[in-house]
């Protein structure tokens, strides 16, 4: 079993920048492929980045490859995302998601273990 704590969602303007984590306890967070989704209201939650249980291979939804950065550092058993250059259209709720498999997947029935998330607003 595993428990994910996102944190360091907030208020932030259409520019700048916010760098959310995602802590996991109960287990080695080395055993997993993780990934970022959000869901923004009214809408199914979508695939945001993809990492590998390396950190070797990343995946990113269209809508925020070259301004989001996924990362993770096994030995903290923390996993990130940077988000740069924010966007009103990324305002949402952000969770942090984890799964056995190594093969990259941006379905969420794919994933074994969820956080409760956290709100990223972004004002224009």
């Known amino acids: 079993q595993v428990q994910l704590v996102e944190s360091g969602g907030g208020l932030a303007q259409a520019g700048g920048s916010l760098t959310l984590s995602c802590a996991a306890s109960g287990r080695t967070l080395g055993s997993y492929a993780m990934a970022w989704f959000h869901q923004a209201p009214g809408k199914e939650r979508e695939f945001v980045a993809f990492i590998n249980w390396s950190g070797g291979n990343t995946y990113y939804a269209d809508s925020v490859k070259g301004r989001f950065t996924i990362s993770r550092d096994n030995a903290k058993n923390t996993l990130y995302l940077q988000m740069n250059s924010l966007k009103p259209e990324d305002t949402a709720v952000y969770y942090c998601?984890?799964?056995?498999?190594?093969?990259?997947?941006?379905?969420?029935?794919?994933?074994?273990?969820w956080g409760q998330g956290t709100q990223v607003t972004v004002s224009s």
């Open positions: 998601a984890a799964r056995s498999g190594g093969v990259v997947s941006w379905k969420n029935d794919d994933y074994d273990y």
